[in-house]
């Protein structure tokens, strides 16, 4: 099954799929769980610990197991695993050798984005603050949208959530290991770009320049970017439909700022 066979799959509420996480009780597994749930799925997870998080989603439907196992993945449709995942562990291997449509966390998160007019949060740097404002201004804004966070927000109250009704899904896009090129949104924001996860990009940052170019060719609407960044800049500046952002000589600038200690309301 592609990633595109399984976005459509997804839609399909008449005939739930069911999946199976492992490696669930992380911050970006169970945020899929959480997302596949109240997309009316049938999940299952398991982990070497529960958590805070999985005894949340227990409540909500998702099928705990602990520790890994062959048995875990009997049956299911499709498999997802987390980077930290290595391919002896024995529900992943089970699943590999039962011919089990596997995905990447990415390619999961990719296929969820798909069924949405995806917002991508992309840089080295802010994803997960920047994507949280995004997503409750949008909530403040009624527009209902679906979001998927790196950590638990407390203005939003949980680290993903899905609104069958809302157009967007904002998301953060991960670019340490080359999946933000998966990923085929309506508008992205680049708020910047450094030469890291040099265990990966071993070219360096003509490595980490191509990944986000190929975000940017798939992405359909606006690319946002910082002009305080000379990368994103370089990237984003020549591309029709870009938006700048920055203190001075963007589209978009900050002024009159007041630094206090409040609430988010």
């Not at 049956?75 to 695993?81: G, K, N």
């Not at 296929?111 to 802010?126: M, N, P, Q, R, Y």
């Amino acid at each position: 099954m592609t990633i595109e066979e399984f976005s459509e799959k997804l839609l399909n509420r008449d005939e739930p799929l069911r999946v199976h996480l492992i490696g669930v009780a992380g911050s970006g597994m169970s945020g899929l769980a959480r997302l596949l749930l109240e997309m009316g799925h049938r999940v299952s997870g398991s982990d070497r610990v529960t958590s805070g998080e999985t005894e949340r989603l227990r409540s909500s439907g998702l099928e705990f197991s602990t520790p890994h196992s062959a048995e875990a993945v009997e049956d299911v449709d499709a498999v997802i695993y987390s980077s930290a995942i290595r391919p002896e562990n024995p529900a992943l291997a089970a699943a590999t050798e039962a011919g089990t449509s596997i995905f990447r966390r990415a390619e999961c998160l990719a296929a969820i984005l798909h069924t949405k007019s995806g917002v991508i949060v992309s840089g080295t740097h802010g994803k997960t603050t920047t994507s949280s404002m995004i997503a409750h201004i949008l909530r403040k804004g009624e527009l209902a949208p679906c979001h998927y966070v790196g950590a638990e927000i407390p203005v939003l109250g949980s680290n993903a959530e899905w609104n069958e009704e809302g157009e967007f899904l904002v998301a953060e896009g991960d670019e340490s290991d080359g999946t933000l090129a998966l990923y085929k949104p309506k508008h992205v924001i680049v708020l910047n770009m450094e030469e890291e996860h040099l265990d990966f990009y071993t070219r360096g940052i003509e490595q980490i320049r191509e990944v986000f170019n190929t975000l940017l060719d798939q992405t359909s609407g606006a690319s946002v970017y910082c002009a305080e960044c000379e990368e994103a800049t370089s990237l984003c500046r020549p591309r029709a439909g870009s938006i700048s952002y920055g203190w001075k000589d963007a589209d978009w600038t900050a002024t009159d700022i007041l630094e206090q200690i409040g609430t988010v309301s």
